[in-house]
């Protein structure tokens, strides 16, 4: 049978388990820093929001939460942050994930 394994990582800000693929990493790059991580390619500790805005704006709103899934020794930078939130800004809302059409073109 050709049951391929699809790495699952779970979003640190609703729970919910999806594929790697349908999540974006974010990264510690050392212990006061955090940036978002869209190749999932950088090297340090990283935590997986899902690729829609409001996971985002829930994790940046609650000062903590991002600290303690990565292990920050510090508050997370507010320079950090503002990339973070510029960075979600990019994303898609959930409404908008939800309506996307499935090429229904009849
Ligand atoms: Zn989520």
New binding site residues.
Partial sequence: MGTKHIPQRT??????V?AKRD?VRIVRTDAHHVQADPTGKKAGRGAY??R?R??WE?ILQTPGRLENALKLETALAAQDLAQLREFAATLPTRAQVQTTPTNTTK
């Fill in positions: 979003c640190i800000a609703c729970r919910t999806r999540l929001l899902c829609q409001e996971c829930s």
